[in-house]
């Protein structure tokens, strides 16, 4: 079974400048969650979705993130401008909907730096 | 407000000998309790978790973890470290209060260093 996949591994750019992350879930799998890594602080909740609904997403920092999952297979995240506090490691997990199942499977990550 | 706490930055110990990695939580509602391992240029591997039952869950790669209630903790244990289990560690949590099951709430990590 193929495990979560995210692209690219790294992003590099600069101030005002607008990127795309993606995220493969694990086939099957209807939640997908975003999560961010900044500073080697902890690990912080961006969003849930579950299919292509967005359940819960009280953890995105402002309106310059916007996160799509358009027919409830793979996601994307852009951050437009980005500006320099966004830099960091997104991360991207998956999780069936399956009673008993709590653990959530996540992705390598995408390491943003913003220069 | 919901929180986890790894208190150590870095855990150091010779292959062989115990390894304990701590966490405690304060979260609203009964928790469900994670860890979750990162090793270099990987994403986060899951270890174990506490749901409900048995204080003491068993896991990967011979690890377990014990859930203390009164504590509020959910520390990682090993009875013998090996070199391979370098890597940083996670603890997370999830909880009906606190965003509910599907959000964990994550420690800093714990950067676990078994010298040969």
């Known amino acids: 079974e193929a495990g979560v996949t995210q692209f690219p591994s790294h992003s590099v750019i600069e101030k005002g400048q607008t990127v795309t992350l993606r995220c493969d879930p694990i086939s099957g799998h209807d939640n997908l969650y975003w999560y961010r890594r900044v500073m080697g602080k902890e690990i912080k909740f961006l969003l849930h979705?579950?299919?292509?609904?967005?359940?819960?997403e009280s953890g995105m920092p402002n309106n310059r993130f916007l996160a799509e999952r358009t027919g409830g297979t793979y996601s994307t995240l852009k951050v437009q401008p980005a500006e320099l506090e966004d830099s960091g490691v997104y991360f991207c997990?998956?999780?069936?909907?399956?009673?008993?199942?709590?653990?959530?499977?996540f992705g390598p990550g995408t390491r943003l730096t913003v220069t | 407000a919901q929180s986890v706490a790894q208190p150590e930055d870095q855990v150091n110990v010779a292959e062989g000998n115990p390894l304990t990695v701590k966490c405690t939580y304060s979260?609203?509602?009964?928790?469900?309790l994670f860890w979750y391992v990162q090793y270099p240029n990987r994403g986060l591997q899951f270890l174990l978790k506490?749901?409900?039952?048995?204080?003491l869950v068993k896991g990967s790669y011979g690890f377990e973890a014990e859930f203390n209630k009164s504590q509020t903790s959910f520390h990682l244990k090993k009875p013998s470290a090996l070199v391979s289990d370098s890597a940083l560690y996670f603890c997370?949590?999830?909880?009906?209060?606190?965003?509910?099951?599907?959000?964990?709430?994550f420690g800093a990590g714990t950067r676990l260093a078994v010298h040969p």
């Open positions: 997990a998956s999780s069936p909907s399956l009673a008993g199942s709590y653990e959530q499977y």
């Open positions: 997370a949590v999830s909880a009906p209060f606190s965003g509910g099951y599907n959000k964990l709430i």
């Open positions: 979705f579950v299919k292509e609904s967005k359940q819960d």
């Open positions: 506490y749901i409900t039952g048995d204080n």
């Open positions: 979260v609203s509602g009964n928790p469900y």
